[in-house]
Each structure stands twice: as C-alpha cells, then as structure tokens.
C-alpha cells in the first residue's frame, strides 16, 4: 500500500518528538490505514472531496460522534506532517468540518458513596491505596498503573517530606499532583508491605521493582484491567452498582468534589492534566443539576407538595 511508509514515518515522528505513548500510536494507526483503506491506499494524495466523503463513511458506518472526531483529529496531524515534510503544498483537512461529539455529563459518585468505597477496602492496603490515589490525586488508571517508586514524594524515614507525586500524563507532558493526608496515609501503609508482594524469580522481579504496584506479569505492574477488576468487586462489597465504578468514576469524584468545595476550574484543570478547559467544563454541569436540585428542595419559595 502506497500510504505505508509514509504512515510508518508519522508514527516514528509522533513517537520520537512529540512522546505519543504506545496506546496513542497504536490509534493513530488504525485511524490512518482506516481513511487510507477508503481513498484506495492513496491517503496521502486524497482531495478534501475525497476526505469528505471518508467522514460521510464513517457517519454511516454508525460511529459515534467521538470516534469520527477522533480519526479526523488523527488524519489532520498526518497532512500537518506531509506539509512540514514538503510531501504536500497543501492541507485537504483545512476546510472540514467535523462532527462535534456531545459531551455527557459524568454520573458521579457522591461523597457519601466514596467513603463506603474507602471503607470497604477494610484490611486490603493495596487496594486502599490505589482508591486513595485515584480519588485523592484524579489519576487516569494508565497513569496509576505504571507509577513509578522514583516519582513518589520524597521520604525521611517513615516521614514524607514533600507530598506531590510526579505524573507524566498524554503526550508525554509532566505534571505534579499533590497528596492529601489520606492518600499519604494509604500510601505509607501499602509502601511497608509492598516488597511482600514482589515476584519471585530474578526475571520477574527485574521487571516488577520500580513500580509501586508491582505484578508478575509481562509489563511489571497492576494492570489497567484488573485495576478495573478490583474496583468492581470493591462495588459489590460497598453496595454500589459495579458498572457505576471504575478507575474514571473516581477521577470524576474528585474534580466534582474539588469544585464543589470551592477550587477554581483553571486550578482543577491543572491538576487533571487536561490540555483543554473544555474538557474540564463538563463538571459544571454536574454541579448545575445539583444546585438546581437544592434550589427545589431548599429555596423558601419552592414549591412543596
């Protein structure tokens, strides 16, 4: 296929300059070679008609808003490479308009339901502490997975020095998230049990030590799965329906709460590691039905049966 190579060189590009992480360029690449399959392996010589008439394909094909959106994002870096490289003198992508995915406002867990997911990690300081990190830092569950111990908060002794740990969230970028009491706490207990749980075997054990959730599987740590695993069993425990709780749930538990509590939207956007404002916005509305709920309920004039 014509297109091939040149994709193969966007994808090393994206990889070496920009960071894209493995998932990241394994989508980039299945969104590529999907418009590429369309325009007959002549993706990079495609008009804005023929590009018109991919996204028409995918509408009918019956994805979602978000997925076309996404595969359109991905194809507009392709030209905006080819045009760098001197490939093409022009950008097809330039006069699309694509689809604008919907937004739905996350079903959030309340606080109440949040400290009963606590609760019910009981004894399991493993589980504890991945709750407490999740929630108590609004970690994406890739990037709790693969913490590293080197990104921790500083230690002397049994005392933490410093409280922030140090993520590298999409695209490579960095970002310090700081620690609450709790999840020190969690993180303190689990840290003086942790080398209990190292694989056995040098080869394992090679992979397995630099994380703070360490597995004997191929990656050396937790994996997102059964992170995922562990959250929905955590449910049953708490008596939560289990399809309501998983690794994002928490991380919108805790943007919901921060902004409940007060935090600026900038300052949570921060903290989420979000490139957008946008992104961050779609916790207002959360908070605009409830408030339009205490207004019912609360308000002197409100109208009661």
Avoid at 167 to 190: F, H, N, Q, T, V
Wanted: a positive charge.
């Amino acid at each position: 296929m014509a297109d091939r190579a040149r994709i193969e060189a966007f994808l090393e590009m994206m990889s070496a300059e920009r960071g894209a992480a493995a998932n990241t360029l394994d989508a980039y690449a299945r969104d590529l070679m999907d418009a590429s399959e369309f325009c007959g392996g002549r993706l990079a010589d495609a008009s804005g008609r023929d590009l018109s008439g991919w996204l028409a394909d995918l509408s009918a094909r019956g994805l979602a808003p978000s997925s076309q959106a996404r595969k359109l994002s991905a194809v507009r870096r392709f030209f905006r490479f080819l045009f760098e490289e001197g490939d093409r003198k022009d950008d097809p992508t330039s006069k699309l308009d694509g689809p604008k995915p919907a937004r739905d406002v996350p079903d959030v867990l309340s606080r109440d339901e949040m400290k009963g997911l606590i609760e019910a990690c009981a004894d399991d300081l493993r589980l504890k502490a991945l709750v407490e990190l999740l929630y108590g830092a609004g970690l994406r569950a890739s990037e709790l997975v693969s913490l590293t111990l080197g990104s921790l908060p500083r230690r002397k002794g049994s005392r933490w020095v410093t409280r922030d740990i140090i993520i590298r969230g999409k695209g490579g970028k960095e970002r310090l998230c700081p620690l609450g009491k709790p999840a020190l706490a969690a993180l303190s207990d689990w840290l003086a049990v942790r080398e209990e749980h190292l694989p056995e075997g040098s080869l394992a054990r090679g992979r397995a030590e630099n994380f703070v959730f360490p597995s004997r599987g191929k990656a050396g740590h937790l994996t997102r799965r059964r992170l995922g695993q562990l959250l929905e069993d955590l449910a049953g425990t708490a008596g939560i329906r289990p399809d309501r709780v998983h690794p994002h749930a928490l991380r919108h538990a805790y943007a919901t709460h921060l902004l409940m509590g007060g935090a600026d939207l900038r300052s949570v956007q921060t903290l989420l590691g979000h490139a957008d404002i946008a992104t961050t916005q779609i916790y207002t509305h959360v908070l605009t039905d409830e408030l339009a709920e205490l207004l019912e309920t609360a308000h002197p004039l409100a109208r009661r049966s």
